[in-house]
């Protein structure tokens, strides 16, 4: 080893001996864990909440027939996705393009489409537009809401947290970093939990 190399090693062994808690797991992520991961993580962490919420509700009310099953699958992917349409970066604002600009600006990211408000008038559009007059089964649109409602509790256990009654002030947050070593340690715990039940 050069002689850069040894100052380099020792470096880092004094900065992580001085770091606090906090900071130690910041290095070991810059350190051992690709940011690519973390990018993959944020849609997909969503997802897997979905899941696990739709799996929950399969239990106490289970589909009858694939197709049902396959469509109420569908529709709680789109749930679990549609409430980042407000952040033209997400992986549905991407798709919807300028609509997700213009919802960006006029509501600004984690405001309206991240609220209580937001699903009641999806529910009620649902319910008293598409169902009535589409024909659409009901379990379809649970999978949507539970979808929905999943996105909303995912985002509600990050720091930054969610205003449920926006524009109202209180903010309910907790600890997960979106796209860190916290979040990938959330979405194992769901697959871990998943495959053992």
């Not at 205003?163 to 970093?177: A, D, M, N």
């Amino acid at each position: 080893m050069t002689g850069s190399a040894h100052a380099t090693a020792a470096t880092g062994k004094e900065c992580w001996r001085t770091s606090s808690t906090k900071q130690r797991i910041i290095l070991f992520e810059k350190a051992f864990i690709p940011s690519t991961i973390f990018n993959f993580m944020r849609s997909n962490t969503h997802i897997l909440l979905g899941m696990l919420a739709g799996s929950v509700y399969f239990s106490y009310f289970p589909a009858k027939g694939l197709v049902l099953q396959v469509l109420f699958s569908l529709a709680l992917i789109f749930g679990v996705l549609l409430p980042d349409i407000d952040e033209a970066h997400s992986t549905i604002g991407q798709r919807a393009g300028f609509i997700s600009k213009l919802i960006q600006k006029i509501f600004k990211h984690r405001g309206f489409f991240h609220s209580v408000w937001m699903i009641l008038i999806l529910f009620a559009l649902f319910k008293f537009v598409f169902v009535k007059y589409f024909t659409l089964n009901d379990f379809i649109l649970m999978g949507f809401l539970v979808g929905y409602a999943a996105h909303l509790l995912g985002d509600a256990i990050t720091v930054n947290g969610i205003k449920p009654f926006y524009p109202l002030g209180l903010t309910i947050r907790g600890p997960v970093r979106t796209g860190k070593f916290s979040e990938v340690l959330v979405a194992l715990a769901i697959i871990t939990w998943m495959v053992t039940h």
